[in-house]
């Protein structure tokens, strides 16, 4: 029943997206974020509804009566060049081909239907269904999973979408730390009573399923974004002080097991996971310095990385005999050790260019009587899962993550969106007289 549920609700967006093809970019996001097919148990958990979700939208897409040409900022030449860099770097990449090569069309699928949506999505409205497409997609897992940590006291993990980046508990944790400022967000759009209400249940069970997934890099993340949350919240005292009751409520219901893991980061020296990661991090940075330009390309986790730049120590040993791999567990160093300095500092750059650009729009949208009450709010949501992100993200190999880059493509479509609203500010004020009027 769920399977031909599904189906026919992707077949529904699919007859949407032929008619207006932007509504291939909200399936889209929803299908790679939420992975809606792995949660069932029949004929629907193999077909391959992202594939359709692009072949559809592509086939639909010179079909576009509102569409827009593509935004050229030193955002997008950032973002275009880092693209542009990881095709150089799997050329050199020391993987075996074929997992380059896989991992190579996953990370350029991402980029390009980011591509089509900056192109598709126009309309203020547009944007707005695609901020909570994106965000109810991780946001129902954040719903289901804080049930469950109520219902089992948190002494079992939450984990995220099955079968996608996020499906991990640590993966899960920092997608939904990202998601939790758009929550707020909508909470401040709706106009009706009960949504406003549902809500703030969602944004309080997101906070303890965050906090079920015993994830120590999500309790720092949102830590952090709790801090920002509530500096860049419509009422930063009386919000801030909601989130610090919310969190210590949390916290204190977690159990003695939560509480113990958590001590173990002020313990790190002693705790075999932390030494891991130290010593990955070791490699990948061997890697880079002797291949500053390239890195070690796509899938540094590949053995033939290690061989040449792990340290030979007691570490080494452990995992000669193990004959495992071990990923990179943060961006930082993961775009590092597969793309070289230059990857990485591409990848920093472009989300500090977001970052700065999202309170330039935040700035010029406040002067737009249309869209004071809800694009600077945006982006200033947008800033703060960002640093969820930088934070969670220090401590997993979450680089390709498509959630961030939807933060970049609110910026970029806000800016659009802006831009043209403040060019017709004028106009409406000449046609209409000084008493409001008609001239």
């Known amino acids: 029943m769920r399977d031909l549920a599904l189906v026919l609700m992707f077949a529904a967006m699919m007859i949407m997206t032929l008619r207006k093809p932007v509504f291939g970019t909200y399936t889209w996001a929803w299908v790679s974020l939420m992975n809606p097919h792995q949660l069932c148990y029949g004929f629907a958990v193999s077909l391959p509804f992202a594939m359709l979700t692009v072949l559809v939208t592509l086939v639909a897409f010179p079909t576009a009566k509102i569409r827009q040409p593509f935004p050229v900022t030193s955002i997008t030449i950032v973002w275009l060049l880092m693209v542009f860099w990881m095709g150089v770097t799997s050329l050199f990449a020391m993987a075996p ?3 380059v090569q896989e991992r190579w069309v996953f990370v350029m699928k991402i980029q390009f239907m980011l591509l089509i949506t900056l192109l598709l999505v126009v309309e203020k409205q547009q944007l707005f269904l695609l901020v909570v497409v994106v965000t109810l997609s991780i946001a129902f897992f954040g719903v289901k999973g804080g049930i469950f940590t109520l219902l089992t006291g948190g002494s079992n993990r939450v984990s995220g979408p099955p079968g996608g980046m996020l499906a991990g508990n640590n993966e899960a944790a920092v997608g939904l730390v ?3 400022p758009f929550l707020y967000w909508m909470r401040m759009q709706a106009t009706v009573k009960w949504q406003r209400t549902a809500l703030m249940a969602a944004l309080v069970l997101t906070v303890f399923a965050i906090l079920g997934t015993q994830s120590r890099g999500a309790l720092l993340a949102v830590l ?15 919000f801030t002080l909601g989130l610090v009751v919310v969190l210590a409520l949390a916290i204190a219901f977690m159990p003695d097991s ?8 002020g313990t790190y020296q002693e705790d075999t996971s ?3 990661r130290l010593w990955v991090w070791n490699t990948l940075w061997n890697a880079a310095v002797d ?4 890195g070690a390309g796509f899938c540094a986790e590949a053995i033939e990385v290690y061989i040449k730049y792990a340290p030979r120590d007691d570490r080494w040993a452990a995992f000669s005999s193990l004959h495992t791999t071990w990923v990179a567990h943060s961006i930082y160093f993961q775009m590092l050790g597969e793309h070289g300095f230059v990857g990485f500092g591409l ?3 472009l989300w500090l260019l977001v970052w700065r650009r999202a309170t330039t729009v935040a700035k010029a949208a406040s002067k737009v009587p249309d869209l004071a009450d809800s694009i600077p709010l ?3 949501m947008t800033q703060v899962s960002l640093i969820g992100y930088a934070v969670g993200g220090a401590f997993l190999s979450l680089a390709y993550l498509d959630l961030p880059f939807y933060l970049m493509a609110y910026v970029l479509l806000s800016e659009n969106i802006v831009k043209r609203a403040s060019k017709a500010a004028p106009q409406r004020a000449v046609a209409l007289g000084p008493t409001g009027a008609p001239a």
Do not use: C, H, N
């Open 378 to 380: 945006l982006m200033s």
């Open 258 to 265: 939560w509480t113990s893991r958590m001590e173990t980061i």
């Open 274 to 276: 932390a030494q891991s």
């Open 291 to 294: 291949r500053p330009f390239v």
């Open 97 to 99: 081909t074929d997992w």
């Open 224 to 238: 952090a974004m709790s801090l920002f949350l509530g500096l860049k919240s419509r009422y930063p005292v009386r």
């Open 347 to 349: 990848f920093v750059t």
């Open 178 to 180: 990202m998601v939790t």
